[in-house]
């Protein structure tokens, strides 16, 4: 049988891309798994996105296909990344979860295993509200909520200021977004990938990849 993966990520300077690169490859790397890495779409207007710098990081990524709300019921668990604005998702996300109503309706996601991964620009630039707010929305559809557990013991880790928390992989980019995913926060990212796909193999009726 195989288990389906959606990877569903909104990104405005591509650390949120880079991420949800890691999360997808994490995914993919357990057997049986179908892995879709897909984008939400720009709310922005385009001569806003020149003016602030990312319509250039933005194209390395446009391909990634969009997202559709109604086929997030096609997976079995879904992974979603957001950069955090204010310490809540940005206003992408909002508004294509906004478009779920109808898989609200009827049930769509009940049982599905959900996830959230995310960015600041600071260490404590709300990446901890900003999961734990997008929880909200995926409890009332019915979805299993699944973070990183901290058999991931980089979360231990206090050499260096990373991202990274029991909610969920994040990075840290600076206020400026130079600061690019480290191999600390994209490896955070490949075990969360690893982790929500081996509990949806499971529920859907495989075992356990790790003994």
Known sequence: ???????????????IHKMAEAIAAGAGAIEGTEVKLLQVPELVPDDVLLLSGARDTRAAFAAVPYAVPAKL???????????TRFGNMCAQMRNFLDQTGPLWMNGGL????????????????????TITGFHTTLLHHGMIVVGVPYSQQKLMD???????????????????????????????ARFQG????????????GHWARG
């Open 1 to 15: 049988m195989i288990t389906k993966i959606q990877v569903v990520f909104y990104s405005m300077y591509g650390h």
């Open 73 to 83: 019921a096609e997976a079995d668990a879904i992974i979603f990344g957001t950069p």
């Open 110 to 129: 009940i049982g599905k295993v959900g996830s959230v991964f995310t960015s600041a620009a600071s260490q404590h630039g709300g990446v901890e509200t």
């Open 158 to 188: 206090m050499d260096s200021i990373e991202g990274g928390s029991p909610y969920g992989a994040s990075t840290l980019t600076r206020g400026d977004g130079t600061r690019q995913p480290s191999a600390h926060e994209l490896e955070i």
């Open 194 to 205: 690893m982790h929500v796909a081996d509990i949806a193999r499971r529920l859907t009726g």
